[in-house]
């Protein structure tokens, strides 16, 4: 999102009824993307945990909760890059 907007939303603030593990696969995704964005824009050397955690919206806490540093991120990151372009390859396969 070239606007500095998230293509994911957040989750609403306040009790809601979504359970612990759909609030962290949500933050999970929303930090992930946020990652990608910002390296896309500022590159790999000059992106910073604080860069990622305020494009996506979370807490420093909760970026390591879910990682355990900025390269650990980046690695879950390109893994899901690989299954989706690794599926949309498969899938190129199967309509020939």
Not at 33 to 39: G, N, Q, S, W
Request: proline share 3%.
């Amino acid at each position: 999102a070239t606007d500095g907007k998230l293509l994911l939303p957040k989750l609403p603030r306040g009790p809601h009824q979504l359970s612990r593990e759909a609030v962290e696969q949500s933050q999970r995704n929303r930090i992930l993307l946020a990652l990608t964005e910002v390296v896309a824009s500022k590159g790999w050397a000059t992106t910073s945990v604080t860069d990622i955690v305020a494009r996506a919206g979370v807490s420093r806490a909760t970026f390591y909760n879910l990682f355990d540093d900025r390269l650990d991120c980046f690695l879950a990151a390109n893994e899901i890059a690989y299954e989706v372009l690794m599926a949309s390859m498969r899938q190129r396969v199967e309509d020939l």
